[in-house]
């Protein structure tokens, strides 16, 4: 299904739960290839979110504040903003839109669910930026959604489900396979964990090829306070991977939500886009 040796870093579309777990998940797995370079120098503020703008008069939280931002969770790390997708239905961005709705489908009938679940729009999002390591390939990423209280409701429980980790590998194994390289043969598997801090779920998705040591994890955090939804992931080799980086990303992810700070929505944009103050955090 996948070439072990190193994943293209891309978020896939940020709407909660489809964008959240399914997209990171898509993202790791199917477009698997060699390490690309993360495009791109650390800026602060440089770019502003796309989308259409709320109207003006009206108070309300905005996405970009619960990103994640610099601090000891991403030391030694380097963020940029995430580089543009390919559009069209044979560029890569085709590719994982169709890859990715296929694993929704499967995933909401294997959860007893109706794919149109999966389809609300959230009122607003923001992606943060791409942290990516020293080695070219470890990275962590986050994005945030302000949520309908039907999503609210809908994400917990999936979140909640104990059928969800094994849901996914059955939506993974009914992707069509692809060519691997040197005949490796790539398996895998999801797991739930005790998630830390205040995340609302943590979910580890392994992918190991033929050789050891291209196993790599990727561990996927959830967030839902009030709502607002977060979801972050740390890539890694499974031989590279630091749990206390974890931990660092829950406490600094947990500690935003506790301090949620309605402000003016206008301008606020409903798409997801390059978030603003991306490289430091709010000022209190």
């Known amino acids: 299904m996948v070439a072990a040796g190193g994943f293209r870093r891309r978020r896939g579309s940020v709407a909660p739960w489809r964008g959240g777990l399914v997209a990171v998940a898509t993202a790791f797995a199917v477009s698997a290839c060699g390490g690309d370079e993360v495009a791109g120098s650390a800026a602060a503020g440089t770019a502003g979110p796309s989308g259409s703008a709320s109207p003006a008069g009206e108070t309300g939280l905005w996405p970009e504040d619960f990103v994640l931002t610099e601090g000891p969770a991403?030391?030694?790390?380097?963020?940029?903003?995430?580089?543009?997708?390919?559009?069209?239905?044979?560029?890569?961005?085709?590719?994982?839109?169709?890859?990715?709705?296929?694993?929704?489908?499967?995933?909401?009938?294997?959860?007893?669910?109706?794919?149109?679940?999966?389809?609300?729009?959230?009122?607003?999002?923001?992606?943060?930026?791409?942290?990516?390591?020293?080695?070219?390939?470890?990275?962590?990423?986050?994005?945030?959604?302000?949520?309908?209280?039907?999503?609210?409701?809908?994400?917990?429980?999936?979140?909640?489900n104990p059928r969800t980790p094994k849901c996914l590998e059955e939506a993974f194994a009914g992707l069509p396979d692809e060519p691997a390289e040197d005949d490796d043969v790539t398996t895998i598997s999801f797991e739930a964990f005790p998630p830390p801090g205040s995340a609302a779920a943590y979910y580890r998705m392994t992918i190991r090829g033929s050789d050891p040591e291209d196993t790599f994890v990727g561990d996927m955090l959830?967030?839902?306070?009030?709502?607002?939804?977060?979801?972050?992931?740390?890539?890694?080799?499974?031989?590279?991977?630091?749990?206390?980086?974890?931990?660092?990303?829950?406490?600094?992810?947990?500690?935003?939500?506790?301090?949620?700070?309605?402000?003016?929505?206008?301008?606020?944009?409903?798409?997801?886009?390059?978030?603003?103050?991306?490289?430091?955090?709010?000022?209190?």
Request: charged share 25%.
């Open 74 to 160: 991403t030391a030694g790390y380097t963020g940029a903003p995430e580089e543009p997708s390919g559009d069209g239905e044979n560029g890569e961005g085709g590719e994982n839109a169709a890859a990715e709705s296929v694993l929704g489908a499967d995933l909401a009938e294997c959860l007893g669910m109706s794919n149109d679940d999966l389809e609300i729009e959230p009122e607003a999002s923001a992606v943060g930026l791409t942290f990516t390591g020293a080695d070219g390939f470890s990275m962590i990423d986050s994005s945030a959604d302000i949520l309908t209280e039907k999503q609210v409701v809908r994400d917990r429980e999936m979140l909640a």
């Open 222 to 284: 959830f967030f839902i306070e009030g709502r607002v939804e977060v979801t972050t992931s740390y890539v890694t080799l499974e031989a590279e991977h630091e749990p206390e980086r974890l931990q660092q990303i829950a406490d600094q992810i947990s500690d935003k939500l506790r301090n949620q700070k309605p402000r003016s929505i206008a301008g606020r944009p409903t798409e997801a886009g390059p978030v603003v103050r991306a490289l430091a955090p709010l000022a209190s």
